[in-house]
């Protein structure tokens, strides 16, 4: 009796044991087949989806794209959310005119969040092809009116273009070269942007001044200001540019960097023809320039660039000399040399005199140094294969100083009434750049 009721104490706890541990055993197993999910899902798997999207209102949008790279599921699950009107109303703020919000710099919000939501995207949309993932762009940002290029009533005061490119320079980023001639192919079809500037270089100047403006800001708004490196800006300026002649190429460019009125924002095209304009008016034009010359804009040889500076003098008619010497001073010593030993080598002296003398002219105004143009003066005379060709063009610079100043005495003499002082005051600057122009040669050669 003792050894059957001591086995019978026994046997009780065994079975116990035996049961809680096959339970064990089962509850593991279970968590073991789901292992991997709650593994990256950190749980999330188990709350509903209702509850899921209320967790989000309560992130940053920053904090919700690290939460994309958790997994393949939650990426799915937040590119769901994105589409949702909840979610377009959280992500798709929309306050581009409100440019002074409370406690923040002006306009500095709303592009942060707009970067924010380009990494969410591009984080999202990772494992999706490129056509894919621009559709899905296309898709979830289609119903903001002001990323479109005429889509916004007042451009000047909107934001949208500005939030559209950051958003696209932080999702392209680091993409190649063929994608990012995908975006510029599809944004085009979005944009009609290629038939819009059809429209606009094949029209009189200043005929269609409201789409003149709307090129310039989508252009330089949406495919141009927000790129870091200047090899990226000259890729995206070469696909605006190449598709076109060189003739609508110089008026293109104008359009996008010229000089613009500070009221309205529409291209001044009489700027370079009806009198001297100052740097700022030619900072814009000689950048772009600067950037299709440099070595990393790999589509343009320097054949090209010179060419469309030669062309772009003429826009919409003969710039004054002086505009021209001014945009080659901007644009920088190599640009200026090469333009330069182009007039020279093509046999055009008395051009490349009269362009001196408006050089030493811009050198004074603003004060640059005059030891500048007798250097690329002396480079440019190693150009001319002979002396004679050489001495002829000397001859041809003090020639140049003589008739620009005789121009300007008899612009002073017979000029109408209000423009003397201005006339007086740019023959005085001429009279003193030639002098210390004379002055470094005489340093220089004594």
């Given amino acids: ?55 989000l209102n309560y992130l940053s949008v920053k904090d919700i794209s690290m939460l994309s790279m958790v997994s393949k599921t939650i990426s799915n699950n937040l590119i769901n959310y994105i589409s949702t009107s909840s979610g ?33 995207l591009k984080r ?22 002001c990323f479109k290029l005429n889509g916004c009533p007042s451009p000047l005061n909107c934001l949208g273009l500005q939030c559209y490119g950051v958003f696209l320079q932080i999702l392209t980023a680091g993409w190649d070269e063929l994608e990012c001639h995908r975006v510029f192919n599809f944004l085009c079809e979005l944009s009609s942007l290629p038939r819009k500037v059809q429209t606009v270089v094949s029209s009189k100047p200043g005929s269609a001044r409201n789409l003149e403006l709307q090129i310039r800001l ?25 598709p076109w002649p060189i003739v609508n190429q110089a008026r293109l460019l104008y359009i996008i960097f010229g000089p613009v009125s500070s009221l309205d924002g529409h291209v001044i095209w009489q700027k370079m023809i009806e009198g001297p304009t100052d740097e700022t008016s030619l900072k814009g034009l000689a950048d772009a320039i600067k950037l299709l010359y440099d070595t990393e804009a790999r589509e343009w040889t320097a054949d090209d660039v010179i060419s469309l500076v030669d062309e772009l003098s003429v826009v919409p008619r003969e710039w004054l000399m002086e505009n021209n ?28 005199a009269r362009l ?48 620009v100043i005789m121009d300007m005495v008899q612009a002073v003499l017979w000029g109408e009434r209000g423009e003397e002082d201005s006339i007086i005051l740019n023959l005085f600057h001429l009279i003193n750049a030639q002098a210390n122009f004379h002055r470094e040669i005489l340093f220089l050669t004594m």
């Fill in 1 to 55: 009796m003792t050894s059957t009721a001591g086995t019978s104490y026994t046997l009780v706890p065994n079975q116990k044991y035996r049961r809680s541990n096959r339970r064990s055993r089962q509850c593991w197993n279970i968590l073991g087949t789901d292992s991997q999910s709650l593994s990256t899902l950190d749980y999330f798997q188990t709350l509903p989806l209702e509850i899921f999207q209320m967790v």
């Fill in 88 to 120: 377009n109303r959280r992500l798709l703020l929309q306050d581009f005119h409100n440019l002074e919000l409370p406690g923040k710099r002006e306009g500095s919000y709303i592009l942060e969040h707009y970067k924010s939501l380009g990494l969410l």
């Fill in 124 to 145: 999202c949309t990772f494992l999706l092809p490129t056509k894919d993932r621009l559709k899905y762009v296309h898709k979830i940002l289609s119903e903001v009116s």
């Fill in 218 to 242: 989508y252009c330089r708004s949406v495919l141009l200001n927000h790129w870091i490196y200047q090899s990226d800006s000259a890729f995206w300026l070469t696909r605006i540019l190449k």
């Fill in 325 to 352: 010497a001014r945009l080659l001073v901007l644009s920088g010593n190599n640009i200026c040399f090469t333009f330069m030993a182009n007039k020279a080598v093509n046999g055009r002296a008395l051009d490349l």
């Fill in 356 to 403: 001196v003398v408006f050089l030493t002219l811009v050198c004074e105004k603003d004060l640059y140094s005059m030891d500048w143009v007798v250097k690329m003066m002396q480079k440019v005379c190693k150009v001319f294969s002979t002396p004679g060709e050489r001495n002829n063009f000397l001859h041809s610079v003090e020639s140049s100083f003589a008739y």
